[in-house]
């Protein structure tokens, strides 16, 4: 059914949220080199060939490859980092649990016994420059393997006192640190044989406290987990529970009796997992994308975290270290248009929630990065957070417009600091126009597949957006248009500056 919304001229303030809300990760496997998931095919992306269900999960060569180690002295990348503004930057993932840090090349390039790669000094330093250069601050997570220590043994700090030191006294000191990545999934992270859960609640104390002791000024972020609330159980259509038959553990259990306070509370979200891991349940199809269900998935998963971050972080914000598309890379639709409403309305619904940050996973790898691997060519979500950090600011309003098909309407002060209100209008109706009345003179910037959903580039105002001549970005402007009505179109995001 066809919806009209009315915007208005004064609203009530809701919170203030964090200016670095839209942030990233550059996966650690990213800078060492490494395995990550397969790049879909052409036609798979444009959905016209099926991807194949996996079921045999001991053969991780059906679904990923060996990835050499991105180029982070890249003037394309940096620059377009940089455009996207200040932001945090979250060097992690499961191959972060089995790094050694070879910062005197003791073994060589040689992994260790214990460890599954290794990160040599010239890489991370490249990794810090770039930090330097976007004007990021730098979060991680330690290494926390059988080479580290044995279950049994409290976590020894060593490995994550180089990896410190080194940052610090090359002018890019880590501002933030997370234990250990994805700890809830156990065997799967490449913990210790035998780790347990009263055993990384021993080792996140003796973390916290090695933290306050040594690096007093960073902060101490928690406790990284995925998937333990129930994201899927009582919505239709996505394909079953996540993560079935995995050893997962309650964050209740990974903190235990909790002695050393975090200074924020972390987690992961994804809107379910993609056709590589559809056997494992928590798979959408692909025309469940714009549907209630779908894209309440970030919010519901918010509002679930709250009470935990209200009883380990009260008064704290959440940050989300991993979230994108879906799990297991992205669907193979998430390179294209189709995942701007999902992106944008995460962000959209999470300001209402709470303040805090939202690493996206991640800015140049995998079919859901913000730039596509290699050539660093950037995606629709690219432009989509590069017009919501230019356009949205940090004061959060009621939008006076309750959440239905066709009118998810968010609403925040203007970026540039001018009164006035910035909303974001998503219509999620496949078939229908919302129409939205606008009070008084705005400028509109409307935001469409380009020709179709499942379109690589998009459209600002019916302009495709895509870099020109010496990586020079495209023109964000928007069109300036009179009080009255508008329109947004079937799967459209439009932003109104009034």
């Known amino acids: ?33 490494g395995t990550f998931w397969k790049a879909y095919t052409d036609a798979q992306v444009d959905g016209t060939e099926e991807f194949p269900v996996i079921k045999d ?30 932001a ?11 790094t050694y840090y070879d910062f005197d090349n003791k073994y060589g390039g040689k992994v260790p016994e214990g460890f599954q790669n290794v990160l040599t000094k010239e890489r991370w330093l490249h990794l810090l420059d770039f930090v330097r250069a976007v004007g990021g601050k730098l979060l991680v997570s330690i290494a926390n393997c059988p080479g580290i220590h044995s279950a049994d043994e409290p976590m020894p700090f060593e490995q994550a006192d180089l990896l410190f030191r080194t940052s610090k006294e090359y002018g890019v000191p880590i ?82 009796e909790y002695k050393s306070p975090m200074d924020v509370f972390s987690y992961h979200y994804y809107n ?34 709250v009470a935990r971050r209200d009883k380990y972080v009260p008064g704290g914000e959440m940050w989300v270290t991993e979230s994108g598309d879906a799990g297991c890379g992205g669907n193979t639709w998430a390179s294209t248009y189709c995942d701007v409403p999902r992106t944008l309305n995460e962000l959209g619904d999470f300001c209402t929630v709470t303040s805090g940050v939202i690493f996206h996973n991640t800015l140049a790898s995998s079919d859901y990065g913000y730039l596509k691997h290699g050539s660093f060519d950037p995606r629709p979500n690219y432009f989509a957070v590069k017009l919501w950090n230019t356009l949205m600011g940090t004061t959060v309003y009621a939008s006076g417009e309750e959440i239905r098909e066709g009118a998810h309407v968010y609403a925040h002060s203007r970026r540039d600091g001018k009164d006035g209100i910035a909303y974001l209008v998503i219509n999620n109706s496949q078939t229908d126009e919302t129409t939205v009345s606008i009070p008084k003179d705005a400028t509109v910037y409307a935001l469409t597949g380009n020709g179709k959903m499942r379109s690589r580039t998009m459209l600002l105002n019916g302009r495709e957006l895509v870099l020109g001549e010496g990586d020079s970005l495209p023109s964000l402007e928007g069109e300036q248009v009179s009080a009255g009505e508008i329109k947004v179109a079937p799967g459209g995001c439009t932003f109104i500056v009034i």
């Open 1 to 33: 059914m066809a919806q009209h919304v009315e915007l208005k001229t004064v609203l009530g303030e809701i919170r203030k949220v964090n200016p670095m809300l839209i942030s990233y990760n550059v996966e650690m496997t990213e800078v060492t080199g």
């Open 57 to 86: 999960w001991s053969n991780m060569g059906n679904l990923q490859q060996w990835y050499d180690p991105i180029d982070t002295t890249n003037e394309r990348l940096i620059k377009l980092a940089k455009e996207l503004g200040p």
């Open 88 to 98: 945090w930057i979250r060097v992690s993932g499961t191959w972060a649990n089995k």
């Open 175 to 256: 501002s933030a640190a997370e234990f250990t990545n994805e700890p809830n999934l156990i065997a799967l992270s490449g913990l210790p044989k035998g780790y347990t859960a009263e055993d990384h609640a021993r080792d996140h104390d003796l973390f916290g406290d090695w933290l306050r002791e040594n690096y007093p000024e960073c902060l101490f972020v928690g406790p990284c987990t995925v998937g333990d609330i129930n994201l899927f159980g009582s919505l239709e259509g996505a394909g079953g529970g996540m993560a079935a038959g995995f050893q997962m553990v309650t964050t209740e259990q990974l903190l235990g």
């Open 272 to 305: 379910g997992v993609s056709e590589r891991g559809a056997a494992m349940g928590g798979h959408w199809p692909y025309q469940a994308i714009l549907s209630e269900q779908y894209l309440a998935v970030a919010g519901n998963c918010a509002r679930q975290y």
